[in-house]
């Protein structure tokens, strides 16, 4: 039997969080992972847009995770709403009645992603925001971002957020409107225009 010493950095075993992936786009997408919304609702708003590399170039493989509150700015407390197969327990998509505020989407071959979720209401002094984690090829630590949404200009300006950011940097985390609903919000990962992304301690 061969002994494998686990302090030794040559001989310790990479793990997902070590290597670059993507381990993550194996079994985190589920079927309707970005349909967040209820079916029908009124206020269903479309999020889509690309996850770019430093050079601009679309990332095809990488995932995103999405919270919101709901228009009422509450945070949702509902359980799920995963409908599942009750022969293999695999994950057959959402139900269309519960609101989660909860998602999770992978880019296609062109690095586009899309997701329909509730448009948020406004929390504490924060204008309206979905909360986006991104884990994506080259990223060792997944990164934290908003999206805030245009219309409120009044909003948008007294956001603490916002406010501690120059101009430029400001536009990498304000979605682009695009009529009917439909809002653009492209993420890049580095290099000019990168996204400004957040830490939390």
């Known amino acids: 039997m061969t002994k494998i010493d686990t302090n030794s950095p040559e001989t310790v075993l990479p793990t997902p969080s070590h290597t670059v992936g993507p381990f993550y786009g194996h079994a985190l997408p589920f079927p309707g992972g970005g349909d967040v919304a209820p079916l029908g609702h009124p206020d269903t708003i479309t999020l889509q847009g ?3 590399d430093g050079q601009g170039n679309p990332l095809p493989d990488a995932l995103l995770e999405l919270w919101g509150a709901g ?19 695999g994950f057959l998509g959402r139900n269309g009645v519960e609101f989660t505020g909860w998602g999770r989407v992978q880019t296609d071959a062109a690095g586009h992603w899309t997701a329909r979720t ?50 430029a940097r400001r536009g990498t985390l304000i979605a682009e409107e695009q009529g009917q609903g439909a809002y653009r919000f492209d993420i890049r990962l580095q290099g000019e225009g990168e996204t400004v992304f957040l830490e939390f301690q």
């Open 50 to 52: 690309h996850v770019l």
């Open 71 to 89: 228009p009422d700015g509450r945070l949702s407390r509902t359980d799920g709403s995963m409908l599942r197969d009750a022969a293999s327990g």
């Open 118 to 167: 509730l448009r948020p209401g406004a929390r504490g002094e924060s204008a309206p925001y979905i909360s986006l984690c991104v884990f994506a090829r080259g990223l060792l630590v997944h990164l934290f971002t908003r999206i805030y949404l245009p219309g409120d200009d009044a909003a948008l300006a007294a956001d603490p957020l916002l406010g501690r950011l120059d101009q």
